[in-house]
DNA sequence: GGAGAATTTTGATCCACATCAACATTCCCA
DNA sequence: TGGGAATGTTGATGTGGATCAAAATTCTCC
């Protein structure tokens, strides 16, 4: 695996208007927020960014000057130890956002990967913290997106030190479902993004693993599985894996 | 293992002064504030709160309407999962700030329970984001915190999904002897506060394996293990055994 | 200060997942 | 559009850490 190059910022300020009507308002942004501030935060997304697939938005101990809020696409965000193993943290999809991990020492602390042509929205902290004291509605809403963060990590500290590779995958599977959901998409079907490997980093198993858990999960009418196409056939079966007994 | 029991609230208002004497306020407090601004500081901390060993801070689900700087003592934070299986997220002394996981759906993601007769500051969360809205340097401080608690449990999580036992251990005394450190304690003998079962939910290990890790230390000249206390008598040999080839 | 509970250590055995291997399929871009 | 690289599947075997067990030690609190 070659070391992805680092996107080009394409400045296209040109286009009015970024966030009041961009359709992802409800993910990413405060409600209850009049014109007037709404302009403002125009004003603080001025720029979008590209980002191609294997190209990064940022790297580790590059230095944190702005927050990334995915517009498009799909990314993931890894650590590398100093022997070469690395570790995926995270998969980021449009209205998540990212490099919140930069702030505390000023240098991004992982690297953030697109896996599929993408595209972002990038946010200056500054202007982010300048506004954040003037909109207490923004205020808010960046805590509790910061918090959210947090609280996701815990669930996965959850998943890598407790569960058994069969209730990871499953919990893997239920949690992508769900955001496809709460996204609009369908919560029984949609393809991967990432390839096993990749879900066996996060999920501190081996791709054969998942492999084998994905054809296991399959033979037993729970999933349909043909390559990075996913098929969700029975919901209340994998939430039973969950939590199940080992026997 | 009982249900830790909620600790009483204790008014202490009385004490005059809680933050701008207090010997953790390079740990807790931004720096740069003039003398009018700690004064608004003590006024948004005005309650501690004693807690008992095997108490809770707080508990996960409850409504969340403060953070809390532990001024003293240790802590675990925990989740449990609904057969029971819990894991260990955190452990948490002076200085650091729990509570952080309640901001996003306003109310609690796990439990805090002290693991030694301890002492909390109550931050309302209310007078925090009033008060970093007035001062930069509070906003700037209290962003900078939780960014810093992604960061590391995104730390946890590659030593969860990528490292074997011993390195989860090691990594685990290197941290522990880097925090003492950073407080004014010795780096290389200190007393765990927390059990090897305690020790083993948080590393993803059973308590055996890490009983028998620490003897292996011990026999490796790494370490002295006496029950609870710890010696660290090759710091740099602790290190190696992180990222060291399986063989 | 002493009895019972909790914690820790160590040994023997087991098993879930890793590793090694071979082949199939799909992707990618030259 | 074809060919090589990347990715995915499946089987055989190995092993790190889990599990089961028992005894030693240390807390805890009446």
Redesign the interface.
Known sequence: MSAPKLARVIDIHALKSACSNCSLREMCLPTGLNADEIEKLDQMVYTRKRVKRGDSVYRSEEKFGSLYAVRSGFFKTT?V???G?????GFHMAGDMLG??????DQH??NAVALEDSEVCVIPYGRL?EL???L?VL??HF?????????R??????L???MRAEERLAAFLLNLSQRFTSRGYSASEFNLRMTREEIG????LKLETVSRTFSKFQEDGLIGVQQKNIRILDSEGLKRVL?R?PA
């Open positions: 650590l130890m100093e022997d193993r690395d570790q995926v943290t919140m991990d930069g702030i505390g020492s602390a992982c913290e954040s004291r003037e207490y205020q808010q805590h509790k997106v910061m918090s959210r963060e947090i609280v990590e815990h669930g996965v500290m959850l890598l030190g407790s980093s996060y999920l501190g939590g007994d």
